[in-house]
């Protein structure tokens, strides 16, 4: 994307190549590069040379407009910042005044999620600035584009699994959407962790969800898995194809729900009624919990210890150059992806 300086402060003035939206619609039609400011890091950021990011839900969504609903948050006419991404795997540029961990070359990786600062730089960038406390040394084991895959979609496995459904030995859970992002993910963690794993993925997946580790599929083009008998202590529901009402019945006394989908995004409201519902059920009898993608530090070398052990794998479908970002969003939009969509340098 751009050659790394030893400076500890970028030029003035400089400017990146970037991915950037200019209005809602199809991902071909509104993203195109341009050529925008280079960002400064503030006295706590780090700038960061971007080798690979990854494409998220939250990404497409953005993109899309769509449930329009969310364009109350996003911005009317066009989101109020124009670079998508926060997936972040890359080399230090330059750091802040007040940034002690890391220097300039040293190869990162972390996340822009949950960034309060207004930055225009996204990561489908030549360069984006982060807050140092979302940063982390890349380990030598992984790739960029490995390291960068596995960051939203890792943490939001991991704190599903491990925090949030606390799954463990005797502990038995379902994961709906087994083979994209977050559920390949989520298989092995759970795996690690103990569990008995059952998959909800397609035909065509069957055998790439048994190869992670899961005990037991079920093909969702042949059964509805809301009709099962098998109870469940933790169910991670990454698709919200089915009532959650009807998801809960498989649920155990003492069993967790974790909804973790946008759901259909059509229309004025999308699938926005049925999470409010799931949501609204955890008032009642029901356990319902939800997962935020936390990218601290200690979350970040969890992650990154998992997968230096090879327990858990990142599953990269493709990879795209940044230049065609666009068809890396469109690829995701088509939602059957296996495992990961990243963009690369």
């Known amino acids: 994307m751009s050659a790394s300086t030893n400076a500890t402060t970028p030029e003035r003035d400089a400017t990146m190549k970037a991915i950037v939206q200019r209005g809602y619609g199809a991902p071909e039609q509104v993203l195109a590069p341009d050529d925008i400011a280079r960002p400064a890091p503030s006295d706590d950021e780090v700038l960061v040379r971007m080798r ?10 953005a993109v899309t407009g769509v449930p329009y609903l969310l364009r109350l948050g996003f911005g009317l006419r ?25 220097r300039p070359g040293d190869e990162v990786f972390g996340s822009l ?22 940063l982390i040394g890349k380990p030598a084991e992984l790739s960029f584009a490995e390291a960068a895959a596995s960051v939203m979609s ?9 925090d949030v459904g606390r799954a463990g030995p005797g ?10 992002g977050v559920g ?15 998959g909800v993925c397609s035909t065509r997946n069957v055998e790439f969800v048994q190869s992670l580790g899961a005990d037991h599929i079920i093909d969702y083009t042949r059964e509805d898995y ?39 995004a059509r229309g004025l409201f999308g699938s926005l009624p049925r999470i409010a519902r799931a949501k609204m059920m ?39 150059p940044l230049g065609e970002a666009a068809h890396a969003v469109a690829h995701m939009l088509g939602h059957h992806a296996r495992g990961k969509i990243v963009i690369t340098d």
Request: aromatic share 4%; charged share 15%; with cysteine.
């Open 52 to 61: 690979a990011t990854s494409v998220n839900t939250p990404d497409w969504l």
């Open 78 to 102: 066009r989101p109020a910042t124009p670079v998508r991404g926060s997936d972040i795997a890359g080399t230090v540029e330059a750091v802040g005044k007040n940034v002690t961990g890391f």
């Open 113 to 134: 999620w949950g960034n309060s600062a207004k930055s225009l730089a996204g990561t489908f960038a030549e360069f984006t600035v982060v807050p140092a406390s979302q």
């Open 154 to 162: 890792g943490i939001t496995a991991l704190l599903a699994m491990r």
């Open 171 to 180: 502990k038995r859970v379902l994961i709906n959407g087994a083979s994209g």
């Open 184 to 198: 390949t993910l989520a298989v092995q963690i759970a795996k690690t962790l103990g569990a008995q794993v059952t």
């Open 226 to 264: 809301t009709r099962g008998t098998q109870r469940y202590d933790v169910i991670l529901d990454n698709v919200l194809n089915h009532p959650p009402a009807a998801t809960a019945e498989l649920l155990t006394p003492t069993g967790i729900l974790i909804p973790n989908s946008i759901g259909s």
């Open 282 to 320: 955890g008032w009642g009898s029901t356990d319902v919990r939800t997962v935020t993608c936390l990218p601290g530090q200690d979350n970040l070398n969890d992650l990154a210890a998992l997968l230096v052990s090879g327990d858990v794998k990142v599953i990269i479908e493709r990879a795209y």
